[in-house]
């Protein structure tokens, strides 16, 4: 195989046809594609990752396994970037109660994100809604501007599912 096509190859292994139409195809400044967070038509990007906002209510775990049939998890939310990112998309949507990935039943109080059982760092709660022993699950509360609280995970809400997104750029720069 000659370089030329092995470098091809690379190129559609390793940095993604949607990167190649940004970076080729489109009239974007280049210095604005470094960084950019891809996602799949219906997925809202974000500094890496893509988010859909689920259009029925399920309780916890069904909504878990809706993220998980379209390849993602129920939104982990790290950062107060991305909290504010997200509550400001749901003051767009219709008003309604949306899922965050995390439990407390096993420990009462020591939240984790259900899927990967990691600690929760980052937390928006309002005061006073983190430590009811019935109510294991937590939502981003409408009545509360969306900031959490703590819920029965039977309760029927929505789901925001997150998975990673292609970020254009940096693999760019390795064979360019
Ligand atoms: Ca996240
Ligand atoms: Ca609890």
Redesign the pocket.
Known sequence: MTLILKALLFLLLFIGKECLERRYFTQEPPEKIPGTTTCTDGWLPFEG?CYMFGQTAFDFTEAENFCRQNNSHL?????SG?NEFIKDHLKQLQLRNWWIGMSDELIEGTWIWFDTKEYVHFSDWYPGQDQTTTEDCAIFWLPLAFKWADYSCLGNFYPIC?RRGTVCGAQLELVG
């Open positions: 990752s939104i982990h939310v790290e950062s991305e997150e």
